[in-house]
């Protein structure tokens, strides 16, 4: 994919991932023999502009997790090359980075988990999680810690006298705001969202959606945005990568995507997003069958047993994620043939 | 707690017949933190043969309301006040209808426990905490059916097969034999629901049943209750705070807030014609997918109030954005009957007021 991206000026993007792997091992029997891979990622190919939100959607087991850990590296790939711009050191490969390295460029990524129960330590107060990457990265001590975390927690919308509070005494909008305060405070360039708001009541959802828009504008953040509520993820991204079994079937502007989709799997996504409208009730496309599995995928392309726009082609080949529009990629032989509806037809 | 003689009036909902009504129910639970009111006075209607939704943020007293009509609240929770009424249509007696108080019996009684998995079932959110992990799906649909309609293990076999193969399931004779581990989320889901569906019920409560299922999970799912539904008229109860589900799914829609109904109307009229400013604002909320909308969302201020407290006057006067001084906050409105199917609880649409049930 990189040949195509010769029109995107490199100085604009953040980061750029090639032919991305992770593969897992089956292991069984006594001596924890490995018996077969699962292909959580494999061979994913994307690239993020500077500021923007990357909206990244599939169904579960598709890899979009593993794809965002793997690119800040909480997993070592399996293969395949993340480079990111720093803003002090220019491009790095991040897959070919020792850990002891990796130190300096971690402060500009961080993460949002989907759980805000899980993800906070309990034992800990709220002062704590989010003085702890500063500590680490050996910042701030003292009385400016202090003023820093309390910073942070305005920024995130929260009343700093409520720092010496543990995680349980707030609710779960209020720990996904410690969560975010937690992630901001290295003052990171990139953050990866993984389901960020899908534990939330959709009021809350609501009040994070728009604290992380705010955020974005205001420390001039990057986005990516793992997600699968279509919805939400079409209010937030400026563009979408749509997973299938571990790839990406589809890259484009969120626009693009929703309304003139280049991939049979993405059309079917659309059709299936329940419309909140009583009016609009028909739903034309129907997606037979599951996901088929990382660990036996099918030949050829991964989603033919799916497709009702299935050829023999398909079942035999498997079709590299091509640019069919400018920077609108696909990964379907009949790409640029298919009369595809998008999400409000 | 005396039988109210309307009870047996017509449904708020034109020309439907009632199933289920519900009057005045107070669910609380005696906790070691005091006494939470999950249910303040319920009143609402279950309309026969449809698909009605129920929505609100979480702790709205959504689930519970489904736990009290199925008398399923355990300890310590109790229903303190309140009447259920199941009017049941008796398929051998002409369809004559019997109208049974389901508070007066005993949750875990004989006529409970006849009308439980028999003529009201439930499905809940997640297939793989409701299914019994040590049992097959078959041994789980067959003992609902041998308990419930008197058949032996072949003939109830051959039923769980039958049922199986009518929600969608590939190779049913091979799933029976299946335990629920083995099973995917999409699949588990069908299995629970063919437990719930085993002796086609009335009534089906469905407790977020495509929560935790992928879209195109969810898309199938809804696609087939859609279908059971036709075809073998039972209502549906879809608790759910998926806005998109409920546009797709629903008949008609009930709105909770902190364990009262706010407001009962027709899907259209919910969508289209919100009197609540709570339904108003829950829409307002989310993310319209295919709406070309890139401006923020606007959320509801503040959050839910724990139920332990007690707010004065209308419980969601401190988040309402038209409350009125002086009013919302001191009285309680009362529902009332605001047009064709449509019922709400709000001062801006009328004066009723209501007496405070609050019970120690």
């Known amino acids: ?21 992770k593969h897992f091992p089956i292991r069984k029997g006594v001596i924890r023999r490995s018996t077969g891979l699962v292909k959580a990622v494999d061979g994913v190919n994307l690239y993020v502009k500077k500021g923007e939100t990357l909206g990244l959607v599939g169904e579960s087991g598709c890899g979009k997790t593993t794809t965002g850990r793997t690119i800040i590296r909480l997993l070592d790939p399996t293969d395949g090359e993340i480079h990111f711009n720093d803003p002090k050191i220019g491009w790095v490969d991040l897959a070919k980075m020792e850990r002891k390295d990796l130190m300096q460029v971690r402060p500009h990524m961080q ?14 107060t709220v002062q704590r999680i989010v003085s702890e990457p500063l500590m680490i990265n050996k910042l701030a001590t003292g009385s400016e810690l ?42 990171p360039k990139l953050i990866i969202c993984d389901e960020p708001v899908s534990a939330l009541d959709v009021s809350i959802q609501a009040q994070v959606l728009n604290l992380l828009e705010d955020l974005q504008q205001d420390l001039d953040l990057t ?34 995507l929703y309304y003139s989709p280049k991939h049979p799997y993405t059309e079917a996504l659309m059709a299936a997003v329940p419309k909140p409208d009583p009016r609009k009730r028909d739903r034309p496309i129907k997606l ?7 660990a036996n995928p099918p030949s050829g392309c991964y989603f033919h047993p799916r497709c009702r726009y299935a050829k023999d082609i398909c079942s035999k080949e498997t079709p590299p994620l091509k640019e069919v529009a400018p920077e609108h990629f696909a990964a379907c032989h009949f790409a640029g043939e298919l009369k595809l509806r998008g999400v409000l037809a | 707690m005396n039988q109210s003689s309307e009870s047996t009036t017509k449904s708020v909902f034109e020309g439907e017949d009632t199933i289920i009504k519900v009057r005045d129910l107070h669910t609380y639970f005696y906790t070691d933190l005091g006494i939470s009111r999950a249910l303040n006075g319920v ?21 519970v309301t489904a736990l009290s009509i199925m008398r399923m609240v355990a300890k310590p929770g109790k229903i303190v006040q309140g009447d259920i009424t199941f009017f049941r249509k008796d398929k051998k007696k002409n369809d004559a209808i019997e109208e049974i108080n389901l508070t007066k019996l005993e949750g875990m009684g004989p006529e409970m426990r006849s009308i439980r ?17 040590s049992y097959t799906i078959g041994d789980q649909i067959m003992e609902a059916i041998i308990l419930h309609q008197n058949v032996d293990k072949v003939e109830a076999e051959r039923r769980a097969v039958e049922i199986l193969d009518g929600v969608g399931m590939a190779n049913p004779s091979l799933i029976v034999k299946r335990y629920p581990h083995e099973l995917s989320g999409g699949m588990r889901q069908r299995a629970m629901i063919s437990l719930a569906l085993s002796c086609t019920p009335a009534v ?78 829950l829409l307002r909320s989310i993310p319209h997918v295919g709406s070309h909308q890139k401006d923020r969302l606007k959320p509801i201020r503040g959050v839910v109030p724990d139920p332990y407290s007690k707010v004065k006057g209308c419980p969601f006067h401190p988040r309402c954005d038209k409350a009125m001084r002086g009013l919302c906050d001191v009285k309680v409105p009362g529902l009332t009957v605001v047009g064709k199917s449509h019922t709400v609880r709000c001062f801006l649409h009328s004066d009723v007021e209501e007496e405070s049930t609050y019970v120690q």
């Open chain 1, 1 to 21: 994919m990189s040949n195509e991206l010769a029109s995107i000026n490199r100085d604009e993007l953040l980061l750029e991932v090639k032919d991305l792997k």
């Open chain 1, 111 to 124: 993460i949002i988990f989907q759980d805000p129960f899980s993800s906070l330590d309990p034992r800990m």
């Open chain 1, 146 to 187: 202090q003023d820093r975390v309390a910073e942070l927690l305005r920024t995130v919308g929260m009343r700093p006298e409520y720092m010496s509070r543990y995680p349980h005494a707030f609710s779960g909008g209020q720990r996904q705001r410690i969560g975010i305060a937690r992630a901001l405070a290295l003052n």
């Open chain 1, 223 to 256: 986005y990516i945005f793992v997600a699968h509520d279509l919805s939400v993820v079409e209010h937030i991204s400026d563009r979408v990568a749509v997973m299938y079994v571990g790839r990406l079937v589809e890259l484009a502007s969120t626009e693009n």
């Open chain 1, 288 to 294: 037979p069958g599951e996901v088929a599995s990382p």
């Open chain 2, 43 to 63: 009143n609402l209607e279950i309309p026969r043969g449809k698909v009605m939704g129920v929505v609100g943020e979480s702790g709205c007293g959504k689930s």
């Open chain 2, 117 to 133: 998995g028999a003529q009201m079932s439930m499905i809940f959110q997640e297939p793989m905490t409701s299914l019994n992990p």
């Open chain 2, 204 to 281: 089906l409560f469905a407790d977020e049943p495509t929560t935790a299922l992928d879209v195109t999970t969810e898309a199938q799912i809804l696609d087939l209750m859609r279908d059971l539904q036709k075809r073998i008229d039972m209502s549906i109860v879809f608790i759910t705070h998926n806005l998109g589900v409920v546009a797709q799914m629903c008949d008609y829609v009930t709105v909770m807030y902190l364990g009262r109904v706010v407001e009962q109307a027709t899907i259209d009229d919910t969508f289209y014609n919100p009197m609540h400013p709570y339904t108003s604002s």
